[in-house]
């Protein structure tokens, strides 16, 4: 996957585009423009990604809102039709994840190939959290040689954070049922998510991360979904105190 030169992309600096975020006028623009615009100026003011897209949920399914290229939405579909992936997880959570595609030990490991095959060697999906649930997540591909840099990984949390407000924002000024409904599934899927690592980390001791990195490979080996792996152990613990299922991602 090649990546045009600065020139080409016209790079700005963070502050910069921060600024330009500041501009956006929420609840006046539509939110499609409105994430197209921070979609376009994260790929901007992080010269390390390549593509950026916006996943959002909708109820039980995901869509890409907005894309700067066509290898982002394809890589994000092909995670929509298989039912699993970073792009998924992190909207469903709220949590960030990196995926190094070369890795051997790989939580994603299909979507990993996929993306290495389309010369994509970094990912990142930072999920898009408001407060008590999650909209969506905003999705990086990359083709640096190494790994992306922790100030890259805080900007890209920064655009994470404005998409959120304008989702949530959005939502403030529709009164349809459905829309309603969508909102408070994405909340029980975090919620559910949280209680099931709260289990692991007082079970076995894990770190936060560690507990979501095993509930991750749960879902991967068995085929289901995150929120399905976290409510079936949840419900297998308020069942079984002492025990419950079984869930070890390492």
């Known amino acids: 996957?090649?990546?045009?030169?600065?020139?080409?992309?016209?790079?700005?600096?963070p502050q910069t585009a921060f600024a330009e975020l500041g501009k956006i006028m929420l609840g006046v623009e539509p939110?499609?423009?409105v994430l197209e615009r921070i979609a376009h100026l994260a790929r901007r003011a992080m010269p390390a990604v390549d593509e950026v897209s916006v996943t959002l949920l909708e109820g039980?399914?995901?869509?890409?809102?907005?894309?700067?290229?066509?290898l982002a939405v394809q890589l994000d579909e092909r995670q929509y039709n298989s039912g699993f992936g970073p792009c998924l997880d992190a909207a469903v959570s709220g949590q960030t994840i990196l995926v190094d595609t070369a890795a051997p030990d790989s939580a994603y490991p299909d979507f990993a190939k996929?993306?290495?095959r389309q010369g994509v060697t970094q990912t990142v999906s930072v999920g898009m959290p408001v407060p008590d649930r999650v909209v969506g997540a905003l999705n990086m591909y990359a083709s640096s040689d190494g790994p992306?840099?922790?100030?890259?990984?805080?900007?890209?949390?920064?655009?994470?954070?404005?998409a959120a407000v304008a989702v949530a924002n959005a939502a403030l000024y529709a009164s349809t049922a459905a829309l309603a409904e969508q909102m408070q599934l994405a909340m029980q899927s975090r919620s559910v998510i949280e209680q099931a690592k709260g289990i692991l980390i007082a079970r076995h001791g894990y770190s936060?991360?560690?507990a979501f990195q095993a509930l991750v490979k749960v879902s991967q080996h068995s085929n289901r979904k995150l929120r399905d792996v976290a409510q079936a152990l949840v419900a297998s613990t308020a069942s079984h105190p002492r025990?419950?299922?079984?869930?070890?991602?390492?």
Do not use: N, W
């Open 243 to 250: 025990g419950g299922q079984h869930v070890d991602g390492r």
């Open 60 to 70: 039980q399914k995901a869509k890409t809102a907005v894309f700067t290229g066509s």
């Open 31 to 33: 939110m499609g423009a």
């Open 208 to 210: 936060s991360d560690d």
């Open 148 to 162: 992306v840099d922790p100030e890259t990984l805080e900007v890209a949390k920064t655009f994470a954070s404005y």
């Open 1 to 13: 996957m090649a990546s045009e030169s600065a020139l080409e992309r016209d790079i700005i600096d």
């Open 114 to 116: 996929a993306a290495l």
